[in-house]
C-alpha cells in the first residue's frame, strides 16, 4: 500500500465525496484506549488495518496500513465465511464494495463513524456504523444493507460486524447449559476452520447458549491479564458468532442474527439495518472488560440504567397456583414486614372459561380468575397501597395455551405447521408476533392492565415456549421471514408500551435466563437469569453472567431450594444482584425472620455501592471451595466484601483475599456486617494499599457458610 495521502481522526465531522480517489485514507476510530484503524486499499476497497491498544503517538497509525477486507463479500476472492451474500436477481452472487465516504458525529459519551460503501456493478449499499465510547472503551458495531440496484435482491448473510485478528493462538470462551443450568464457561482453543455458537430457538433463544463470548487473543484471558474481546449481540432472537480460522492463523468473528432460515428478499431503495454488536477489547483480562461492558451498559443501553431498582417479595414458590385473594392479601402483608418495596404477583392469576390452574390451560385470556380473585386485581393493588409497598404482576403475553379461549377464537394467530400435529412446549404455543394484529393484542395485554388498574407498578413479562414448527399465517408467501420479524414485531410492541409507560419498570424472563440480552434490556430494567435459585448453583450463575452484565439487570432471590444451606448463605448470595424473596415467611424461624429483615435494610443501604459500583471478581467458585466478589463504590471510599465457603475440606489451608479497586493512599475500616445475630463484627483498620497487597481472610473451613464486610474510608 502507498504512503499515507490523508490522516483522518475521528472526531471532525468528515465528508468525502465521491469522486475523488480515496486510496490509503484512513479512518481511525478512538476511545480513551483502544483504537481502530481502517484502510482504503489502492483498489477502493477497505481494510481493518489494526484495532488494538489506542497509540500515544497520533502520526503512528500511518505505518498501519493492508489488513483484512472489513467486511467480506461473498463470490469474490476470499475463501472464507463471508459477512455479506446478497443473491442478485441474474444468479449472480457476488458482492464488491468498495469506500465511498464517512461521516463521524457525536453521540452521548462518544462518537460515531458512518462508512458508506457500495457495489459498482450492482448499485448495492453498506452502511457500516461503529459508536465508539470513549470512557469506557466500548464499541457498538451494526450494518445497513441498501437495496441500491433496480432489481429485488435476497440478502442470504448479514452480520452485524465482522473483526479480524492476527495472533499466534486464539481461546474462545463460551456460556453455555441448559435450563436451570445456565452459563457454564467452557473454553477451547480455536484451530483451522469454524467455530460457531449460535441458537435457532427463536422466542426462547438463549436458553442452552449465551449471546456472548470471551476471545483470549494470544493466551486464554484470565481475571485480571490478557488480552481479551468480549462481545455481545443485542438481539432477542437467534444470533450466531461465527470464529473462523484461516489457512494463514488470522481469525475472523462475524457477528449477527444467525441466517439460519432467515433468507430476506430486498425491494429496490430498500433497507435492511442489522442488531448492534456491542464489545470491548482489554489488555488486563475479563475483569477490566466486564467493568467497560456494566459502565457502558448502566448509562446508555439499559432501561433506567443509572435508577434504582426495587427489592420484592414474589409468591410463585410460595404458593406456585395454589393461591386466593386472601391468601396474596396476606402475602402483601408479609412484603410490608419483610421490608421490600414491592410484592409480584405470579403466574396463576388469570383466565375463566379455562381457568390458570396449572400451566396446562389459560394463557392468552387475561382476565383474573373470578373464583380466586372475585375483587379482581384492583382488590390487590389496594390493599398494597394500604400497606405501602408496590404491585408488580407476572404475564406471558406472547404465548398461547390451547385450552383457552384466544385459541379458539384465534388459532390463525398461532405459530405452528398447519398440516402436521401440534407440538407443544410447556403445553403452549407461541402466537405469531410478525403479525400487526397480533402485535396490537399484545400490546393490550399491558395497556388493558394499565389503563384499568394504573397502580400496577412492574411486570415480569415471561416467555417459555421456543418456536418450533415454524409456520406464520401472516407470512405466508416467505416463511423465512418469520424468525427476524417476530423479533421486530416484539420491539414494536415494546417500543408501544415505552412509548405510553415510559417509567414503567418490567423484568425480562424466559423460563430462567433464556432471554438475556443487551436489546431486551433496553425495555426492560432487569432479568431473570435462572429458575435455579440454589445459592451455590447462583455463586456460579451469577459469575457467568457478570462477565457481560451489571449486577443491577441480575434478579437474585431467596427460595427454599438448598435447604442445607442458611438463610444467610441464600441471601447473601442474592445480594450480589438485585435482591428479592421467593419464600413463604412462615417456613422461616424468627431469628431467620428476623435476619432477612436486616439483610433487606443492609441491602438498601449498601445498593447504591454494589449495584452502581466496580465489581471485582476476586475468588472464582470454579477455582475450588471458596468464592468471593467486592463492590467497591466509584469514588473507592466504600466496598462491600461477600464471601462463601462452599464445601471445604477438613483443615483445609486458608488463604487471604487480596481486595482490588481500592485507593492505596486511603485508610480503609473494615468491618463484618450483616451477622446472623445481629451482633457486631471486629473492627479493624488497614491501608488499601495493605488490603490489595497483602489481603485479610475472610475464609473458613465451615461448610455453606458466608459472611459480608464493609470497608470505610476514614
Ligand atoms: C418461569 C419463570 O422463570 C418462573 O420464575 C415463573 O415465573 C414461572 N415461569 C411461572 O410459570
Redesign the pocket.
Known amino acids: 500500500m502507498k504512503s499515507i495521502k490523508k490522516y483522518l481522526v475521528a472526531g471532525c465531522a468528515i465528508l468525502a465525496s465521491a469522486q475523488l480517489s480515496f486510496a490509503n485514507e484512513q479512518i481511525v476510530i478512538q476511545t480513551d484506549s483502544l483504537g481502530m484503524v481502517l484502510t482504503v486499499g489502492d483498489n477502493g476497497r477497505l481494510y481493518q488495518s489494526y484495532f488494538g491498544k489506542r497509540l500515544v503517538n497520533p502520526a503512528d497509525y500511518a505505518n498501519l496500513t493492508g489488513g483484512t477486507e472489513v467486511y467480506l463479500t461473498n463470490g469474490m476472492e476470499d475463501y472464507f465465511e463471508p459477512a455479506l451474500h446478497i443473491n442478485h436477481s441474474d444468479g449472480n452472487a457476488s458482492t464488491l464494495l468498495k469506500y465511498r465516504n464517512h461521516k463521524v458525529s457525536s453521540i452521548p459519551g462518544g462518537k460515531e463513524t458512518v462508512i458508506t460503501l457500495s457495489d459498482p456493478v450492482y448499485g448495492d449499499e453498506v452502511r457500516l456504523r461503529y459508536k465508539s465510547y470513549d470512557k469506557e472503551n466500548v464499541f457498538v458495531s451494526s450494518t445497513e444493507i441498501i437495496n441500491g440496484g433496480n432489481k429485488p435482491v435476497e440478502i442470504e448473510k448479514y452480520a452485524s460486524s465482522m473483526l479480524h485478528f492476527d495472533a499466534p493462538e486464539y481461546y474462545l470462551t463460551e456460556y453455555s447449559g441448559e435450563w436451570a443450568a445456565e452459563v457454564k464457561p467452557h473454553t477451547q482453543p480455536l484451530y483451522y476452520g469454524k467455530k460457531e455458537v449460535d441458537t435457532k430457538l427463536g422466542t426462547r433463544a438463549n436458553m442452552f447458549v449465551s449471546p456472548f463470548f470471551q476471545l483470549g487473543i494470544g493466551a486464554p484471558a484470565q481475571e485480571d491479564s490478557g488480552d481479551v474481546l468480549v462481545g455481545t449481540l443485542a438481539w432477542t432472537g437467534n444470533f450466531r458468532f461465527c470464529f473462523e480460522v484461516d489457512n494463514r492463523g488470522k481469525l475472523r468473528v462475524i457477528s449477527g442474527i444467525n441466517p439460519y432460515f432467515s433468507r430476506r428478499s430486498l425491494k429496490k431503495g430498500e433497507t435492511f439495518a442489522t442488531p448492534d454488536f456491542i464489545y470491548t477489547l482489554s489488555s488486563r483480562g475479563n475483569g477490566e472488560a466486564s467493568r467497560n461492558l456494566h459502565d457502558w451498559a448502566r448509562r446508555y443501553q439499559v432501561k433506567d440504567g443509572l435508577g434504582d431498582r426495587m427489592t420484592l417479595l414474589n409468591n ?1 414458590e410460595a404458593t406456585y397456583f395454589d393461591f386466593n385473594q386472601d391468601k396474596l392479601i396476606s402475602l402483601i402483608g408479609e412484603a410490608k414486614e419483610l421490608g421490600v418495596d414491592m410484592f409480584l404477583l ?2 396463576g392469576w388469570f383466565a375463566n372459561k379455562y381457568p390458570r390452574h396449572s ?1 396446562t390451560q389459560g394463557l392468552g385470556d387475561w382476565d383474573e380468575t373470578a373464583d380466586k380473585l372475585p375483587d379482581g386485581i384492583g382488590r390487590l393493588t389496594a390493599e398494597a397501597k394500604k400497606q405501602g409497598v408496590k404491585f408488580g404482576l ?1 404475564i406471558e403475553p406472547e404465548m398461547v395455551n390451547p385450552k383457552s379461549e384466544l385459541y379458539e377464537k384465534h388459532k390463525d394467530w398461532v405459530i405452528t405447521l398447519p398440516n402436521r400435529d401440534e407440538y407443544y412446549f410447556r403445553n403452549q404455543l407461541v402466537l405469531d408476533l410478525a403479525n400487526p394484529k397480533v402485535q396490537d393484542y399484545v400490546f393490550g395485554i399491558v395497556d388493558n392492565l394499565m389503563t384499568k388498574y394504573p397502580d400496577i407498578a412492574f411486570f ?1 413479562w ?1 416467555c ?1 415456549s421456543p418456536i418450533t414448527n415454524i409456520w406464520s399465517n401472516y407470512e405466508k408467501q416467505d416463511q423465512q421471514r418469520l424468525y427476524v420479524d417476530y423479533v421486530r414485531g416484539l420491539y414494536n410492541v415494546l417500543d408501544r408500551i415505552a412509548a405510553k409507560y415510559p417509567d414503567l419498570p418490567m423484568m425480562l ?1 424466559s ?2 435466563g433464556g432471554r438475556t440480552d443487551y436489546e431486551g434490556l433496553r425495555y426492560f430494567t432487569e432479568m ?1 437469569p435462572s ?1 435455579n435459585t440454589d445459592p451455590v448453583e447462583r455463586l456460579f450463575i451469577q459469575w457467568g453472567y457478570s462477565q457481560v452484565f451489571p449486577t443491577k439487570v441480575q434478579c437474585a432471590h431467596v427460595t427454599t431450594w438448598n435447604r442445607d444451606a442458611s438463610v444467610k448463605f441464600r441471601v447473601n448470595t442474592a445480594m450480589m444482584g438485585k435482591l428479592g424473596f421467593d419464600i413463604n415467611l412462615h417456613d422461616l424461624s424468627p431469628e431467620e425472620l428476623s435476619y432477612c429483615k436486616q439483610s433487606v435494610k443492609d441491602y438498601n443501604s449498601l445498593k447504591p455501592v454494589i449495584l452502581d459500583g466496580d465489581q471485582y471478581r476476586l475468588v472464582s467458585p470454579h477455582s475450588g471451595n471458596h468464592a468471593a466478589t467486592a463492590f467497591v463504590s466509584k469514588n473507592r471510599d466504600k466496598c462491600v466484601l461477600f464471601a462463601f465457603d462452599v464445601y471445604p475440606r477438613y483443615d483445609e489451608k486458608l488463604t487471604d483475599v487480596r481486595l482490588k479497586g481500592l485507593d492505596p493512599s486511603a485508610i480503609y475500616r473494615v468491618e463484618e456486617i450483616n451477622r446472623f445475630d445481629g451482633s457486631k463484627g471486629e473492627v479493624k483498620t488497614y491501608s488499601g494499599d495493605y488490603l490489595m497487597k497483602v489481603g485479610i481472610p475472610v475464609f473458613s473451613t465451615g461448610k455453606l457458610s458466608s459472611r459480608v464486610y464493609l470497608l470505610t474510608k476514614v
Request: proline content about 0%; glycine content about 16%; overall charge negative.
Open positions: 410463585w405470579d403466574d400451566d407476572w415480569k415471561d417459555n424472563c423460563g430462567g431473570w429458575d
